[in-house]
């Protein structure tokens, strides 16, 4: 699946940014992991922002000894993995995680190991889940994963305060926000040279870095004057990263009043607008109240929804029709106003009698017209009006989120109607299967070019199940609590 890089120029790229703070990193999210990241529970907090820990820190202990897999476990207990969630690359035009990276979070020289964060392949990116593992290069067994060695374009051990707690107060003057001028191309020119420093320095030598433009455009710098280069490979040998080449999105978006500082993760709203809103808690979600963790379902549990702490009824935008007292609905029918409430659990009509109701629901399986009550309570007829947020909070691998959604409209009791609404929900639960088995290695390709899926297989290499996998101190043990 081709996938466009996001480089597009002035109102699209800061659209396309906004649309990601809106839905890529929900604020439910957010609350979860830094709870648990303060708690000391930095598997749990990788857990709650969707990211997988593939790593064994016991067998790094054994292999390369104690003090280095304290050095790895300090790193991962530093990290927000949330925040880590919100600053990676994203693809036009919906703001999902750009596919197919491998990321250096953190290099360690002793043995030539990286921390590294990996996005799946495009096919395989249902639920938009990031995971952690650990990276050295005489591994011969990269895994599933079609691109294991690390992009040394994207890579972020020189940009800690992008996923480290206690490093987040940096982004300030490590974006240049007081010395920043916005341009339509969105480049942080005005940094580049005190990044390319910081990339020598980190590199051991000096001379020319190349900052790609994108469009295979390239800029050197470090010579007698900046110049233009041919496309091709990186002329000067070292190349700055993709994080120090493009302004911080939230720059853009908080210049244009696009975003204000309470929607920004916290972490980044404390840098970006100190005293507005960097000490106050996580921002509340789209439902209006910052929610706490919910609770696993009850065994046996076989709602269509999982359950919901709170349910707020409350009018927002898709919502059909308005508020009325104690909490009631409001929608046009008929030409008149009707109401409409929660009955069991379920969200009903409550003008119309259950004869009505019944006669009512015939009539439309025969074909005809369907009562605009029934239609705004069971989303079928027509397009639900609040599809579209259902479908970008599933994009983006909030399911719960998204069911949330459906419930607030249609009662934490109620069953998906057939419909587009139905579809989209099982289309991601598809989504998410692909995922699983990608990691399991069940994919040797993308099937959609494969045209079939190798069974008994693992990696990209298609070897085959029968062969001896060679031991690797780094493959996690899922019998160790980490």
Not at 85 to 109: E, F, I, N, S
Not at 372 to 392: H, K, M, S
Request: with cysteine; proline share 9%.
């Amino acid at each position: 699946m081709l996938m466009r890089s996001w480089v597009a120029n002035g109102e699209s790229r800061r659209q396309g940014w906004r649309r990601a703070r809106e839905f890529g990193v929900p604020p439910s999210m957010i609350e979860s992991a830094t709870a648990r990241r303060v708690a000391g529970d930095w598997a749990g907090a990788c857990a709650a922002a969707h990211v997988d820990v593939d790593l064994n820190l016991r067998a790094v202990g054994r292999a390369y000894g104690r003090g280095f897999a304290a050095s790895i476990r300090a790193d991962l207990r530093r990290m927000a993995p949330e925040l880590l969630r919100w600053h990676l690359p994203r693809v036009a035009p919906d703001g999902l995680l750009r596919p197919g990276l491998t990321m250096t979070l953190a290099r360690y020289p002793g043995a030539a190991v990286h921390l590294v964060a990996r996005t799946a392949p495009g096919w395989a990116a249902g639920g938009q889940r990031i995971s952690l593992a650990l990276w050295e290069p005489r591994s011969r067994d990269p895994g599933p994963h079609p691109h294991a060695r690390p992009d040394r374009r994207f890579r972020l051990d020189l940009h800690p305060h992008l996923w480290a707690a206690d490093q987040a107060d940096e982004l300030r003057e490590r974006c240049g926000a007081d010395s920043w001028q916005p341009t339509p191309e969105g480049y942080a020119a005005h940094r580049w040279e005190a990044e390319a420093a910081i990339l020598r320095a980190a590199e051991g030598r000096d001379g020319p870095v190349t900052v790609r433009l994108g469009g295979g455009r390239r800029l050197v710098l470090g010579e007698d004057r900046p110049r233009r280069a041919d496309r091709g490979g990186d002329p000067a040998g070292m190349a700055l990263p993709w994080a120090a080449t493009w302004v911080l999105p939230d720059l853009e978006l908080l210049h244009a009043g696009l975003i204000t500082p309470d929607q920004l993760h916290p972490l980044v709203a404390a840098a970006l607008a100190p005293g507005r809103s960097g000490a106050a808690p996580p921002a509340p979600d789209h439902f209006g109240a910052s929610r706490q963790i919910a609770p696993d379902p009850p065994p046996g549990h076989s709602g269509a929804f999982h359950p919901v702490i709170a349910m707020l009824t409350t009018g927002r935008s898709g919502v059909p029709g308005l508020v009325g007292a104690g909490g009631e609905r409001l929608v046009e029918c008929r030409g008149e106003v009707h109401r409409l409430g929660l009955v069991d659990g379920t969200l009903m009509p409550l003008d119309h009698g259950e004869v009505e109701l019944r006669r009512e629901e015939i009539l439309r399986r025969l074909g005809g017209p369907q009562l605009p009550c029934l239609a705004a309570v069971t989303g079928r007829g027509r397009r639900p009006a609040f599809l579209d947020e259902v479908r970008n909070r599933l994009d983006h691998g909030d399911h719960d989120g998204a069911l949330a959604v459906a419930e607030e409209h249609l009662g934490p009791e109620a069953r998906l109607p057939e419909g587009e609404l139905r579809d989209e929900f099982a289309a991601a639960v598809e989504e998410r299967v692909r995922h699983g088995m990608f990691r399991a290695g069940l994919f040797s390709g993308e099937p959609g070019l494969s045209g079939k899926v190798t069974l008994g297989r693992l990696g990209r290499r298609g070897r085959d199940h029968r062969t001896p996998r060679r031991a690797h101190p780094f493959q996690p043990d899922k019998s160790i609590k980490r």
